[in-house]
């Protein structure tokens, strides 16, 4: 298939509320967003990422420690979570090079429908959590910047900025 390219923050689409998948052919697309994520190095990747604002991500929590877990959310809505937050570390394939702390529940009961258009509901914890979660606030508009109170937002997005600045 093919490696896509990754829109970068600012980019507005990343902005962007993402419309429903209706009755739609997404193998082509679903193929070349795991080409992407696994070319890029990621866990997992949100359709208007790659400049396609519908509600679908890809993911695989486990293929950096050798096996491959790659599964598909269409349409995902996230049903109950955890009342307890943990805070740790986020990057993300569009804003590379910068981590940032995001508080999230460690726990959440998610429905989606699967690439066969089968209807799936599962609950997640841990690093798999968290990777739904993320990629959810994409399908929502929402990057890890958007997690920080105004002064730390300011300052880690200096030091995006910054880098953005010698890699160009």
Not at 37 to 58: E, H, I, T
Not at 91 to 109: K, N, Q
Not at 142 to 154: G, I, K, N, Q, W
Request: hydrophobic share 45%.
């Amino acid at each position: 298939m093919a490696v896509l390219p990754i829109l970068k923050w600012p980019d507005p689409r990343l902005s962007q509320h993402c419309a429903p998948v209706e009755q739609e052919q997404l193998d082509d697309l679903i193929a070349d967003m795991f080409d992407t994520m696994y070319a890029a190095n990621g866990r997992g990747l949100a359709a208007p990422q790659v400049g396609v604002l519908k509600r679908l991500f890809v993911m695989d929590c486990t293929w950096k420690e050798g096996k491959r877990s790659p599964m598909v959310m269409i349409n995902p809505s996230i049903m109950a979570v955890e009342r307890v937050p943990v805070t740790m570390e986020e990057g993300c394939l569009s804003i590379p090079g910068v981590m940032v702390p995001v508080e999230r529940p460690v726990a959440v009961t998610v429905q989606w429908t699967a690439a066969e258009g089968d209807i799936h509901m599962a609950d997640f914890d841990g690093f798999e959590a968290r990777c739904i979660q993320h990629e959810f606030d994409h399908l929502n508009g929402t990057v890890t910047f958007d997690h920080l109170d105004p002064e730390a937002r300011s300052a880690v997005e200096a030091e995006y900025n910054a880098l953005k600045g010698t890699s160009e």
